[in-house]
């Protein structure tokens, strides 16, 4: 399984006190509402690697602005600085998002390269059992028609007993009979049968064994990519949290001072509050209907659960086993080998790692179960990603959520049901849903049987 980030070592965590401010200790859908988890998530100001030193430096204050409106010099020195930082925020956002982009992209298909590897190793190990078996089996038959042989023509009647069993193995009995020139002259044909297969599960079993050291040594590249991933997303934002939690401001201040009517600089003030104000009502809307579909996807499922329908979990419901639903959309793609379609640029794998679940762009997407977030941001084709780690070798990922729409941190702990995200349409997708895996040690397994032992229907 891919590891954990530590945030001690890559400093790109939050101070506790940023985190007690910042976030929760777990988002129920009721906290996230409350909690104002549904709008777009506004980080303060975080120090993180990569930073400006125009991060670092004071910003002017109001009461510096209006100093300055009263000297020509002063004013354009103020102008000067201020229009320096706003140009140093936008690049140091545009820099950090666009290395939080490569940084995933590396990610992205470390990971594919990763399952692909999987894939390869597991189809020549199978393959390998098949020659295996066909070569005992070949041997046997071979050893079968020897010992035959031998109690017709009377030659050995020792050799009947020889004989008589079945070979541990191909090697041990083609060992016994290629010593016998009599035999291999008139049972030639099972006898190279049983070689031709011998040598071929030999020869698969060693690719076998060459594919597994490269699936290995390709999970260690996916670890490092993603904790690289992790560091960059954080990075861009922290660099954005800084440039929204200021930009307002400053782009007031520089109108302030460079307006010449006799507009005081407490209406420029009063303009930053009423920006303000008019972003706490677009968010409190944004929560009101996310309440609303949270609210209806609770109904469905109590309404479910009243008739027997089971499992189906999702915002606070679920199995017996402390699973959940993730999404409640519909099942539009399966696990497993598909039709790669393209479209947009790019195509579709030819191997599904997991489901696709349709309800719709912004729809809740819940904690499949309790576990450890430990990754949340962009991830290439999967778009904006949370993957967690639930214990045990076992984990979930979750792909394609709308941008801003990522509700949980990295390394913060969610209980079964949480909202961690929205649903949406980024990376390689073709519309809004939730592309939803399960990993075992690493390696993805059909969400579909898995969450069905768990008493989850999805």
Known sequence: ?????????????????????????????????????????????????????????????????????????????????????????????????????????????????????????????????????????????????????????GDDTSLQLFFAGSAASADDLLSRLGTMDKLIQRNQASYAAAVTARDSAKNLGNQAVVARDERDRLQKEAEAAMVAAQKAADAAQAALAEQQANLTTLQAQLAALQDTTAKTIADYQAGVEAARIAEEQRQAAIRAEAKRLADAAAAAAAAAAAAGGGGGGGGGGGGWSGWVRPNWGWESSGYGPRYSQCGNGYCASGFHEGVDLAQGCGSAIYAASAGRVTYAGPNGGYGNYVRIDHGGGVGSGYGHIVNGGIYVRYGQWVNAGDIIAAEGNTGNSFGCHLHFEIYVNGRTVNPVPFMADRGISV
């Open 1 to 153: 399984m891919l590891e954990r980030i530590d945030t001690d070592e890559c400093g790109c965590g939050p101070s506790e006190a940023e985190k007690r401010t910042l976030w929760p200790s777990a988002f129920t859908r009721r906290a996230a509402i409350g909690a104002g988890a549904l709008g777009l998530l506004t980080v303060g100001a975080i120090a993180s690697p990569g930073i400006s030193p125009a991060f670092a430096a004071g910003y002017p204050s109001w009461d510096d602005v209006q100093a300055a409106k009263a000297n020509e010099a002063a004013k354009a020195a103020e102008v000067t600085r201020i229009q320096g930082i706003i140009d140093s925020l936008n690049a140091q956002v545009a820099a950090t998002q666009a290395e939080a982009v490569r940084t995933s992209d590396v990610f992205y298909y470390a990971q594919q390269a990763y399952f692909e590897a999987v894939h390869r190793a597991d189809d020549l190990q199978a393959k390998a059992d098949q020659e295996s078996a066909l070569a005992v089996d070949a041997a046997n038959k071979a050893g079968r028609i020897a010992a035959q042989l031998y109690r017709n023509g």
